[in-house]
């Protein structure tokens, strides 16, 4: 069984610098790890997954999470802000083979 | 393409009244379903999962319900509803296999006055 936790309930950057959404995480085996991203009254949207191989993991609308075994972290990044990626950010994993828990959530805010 | 689809998008219900919320999924065949809520904008609290037909495995005691009468099709229901069941409620399947990812549907939200 595996468990995440974000520390961080708000992130502020602005427009243009990059960015990064924490997540940490407790495992035992081999970590299986996704990002998911909610805007407002929206279901959530994969981003994208760890499961093996290469740490740095690229996803959609220009994310990538670097895979950071030392640490037990799975933090989420992007280069370069943009407004339109201001929304709620989950980190996730699986908790048995059928079912998936979520971290509480970190908001994201970019500023222009 | 694989697609899931929720409805309604909104209700408003009195307290004690009796709620469906329907879940299908189209373009894919035995999926794993699942029901969320998620409360106040934030964290998402598992409630059922199905991995098959008529099979329902529920996380949390509560006023909810869960049937899987068809192979793509997830029901959430509720016979009295309480003021404590307002929130969005989401519906997402996946393959099963480990690994997978989830995907959601838009989801319903729910105001129970």
């Known amino acids: 069984a595996q468990s995440v936790a974000q520390p961080e309930d708000q992130v502020n950057v602005a427009e243009g610098n990059p960015l990064t959404v924490k997540c940490t995480y407790s495992?035992?085996?081999?970590?299986?790890l996704f990002w998911y991203v909610q805007y407002p009254n929206r279901g959530l949207q994969f981003l994208l997954k760890?499961?093996?191989?290469?740490?740095l993991v690229k996803g959609s609308y220009g994310f990538e999470a670097e895979f950071n075994k030392s640490q037990t972290s799975f933090h989420l990044k992007k280069p370069s802000a943009l407004v339109s990626d201001s929304a709620l950010y989950f980190c996730a994993a699986p908790y048995n083979n059928n079912d998936m828990r979520f971290g509480a959530g970190t908001r994201l805010t970019v500023k222009p | 393409s694989q697609t899931i689809h929720q409805w309604p998008a909104t209700l408003v219900q009195p307290v004690g009244s009796p709620l469906s919320l329907e879940c299908t999924v189209e373009?894919?065949?035995?999926?794993?379903l699942y029901w969320y809520r998620q409360a106040a904008g934030r964290g998402l609290q598992l409630l059922f999962y199905?991995?098959?037909?008529?099979?329902i495995s529920s996380e949390v005691p509560q006023n909810l319900s869960a049937s899987r009468p068809q192979d793509r099709q997830f029901i959430l229901s509720s016979k009295k509803l309480l003021l404590s069941d307002s929130g969005f409620y989401l519906c997402a399947w996946s393959t099963g296999v480990g690994g997978a990812e989830q995907f959601f549907g838009p989801g319903t939200r729910l105001t129970v006055l």
């Open positions: 495992v035992s085996g081999n970590p299986y």
């Open positions: 199905s991995v098959g037909i008529g099979q």
């Open positions: 373009g894919t065949s035995n999926p794993n």
């Open positions: 760890y499961i093996t191989g290469d740490n």
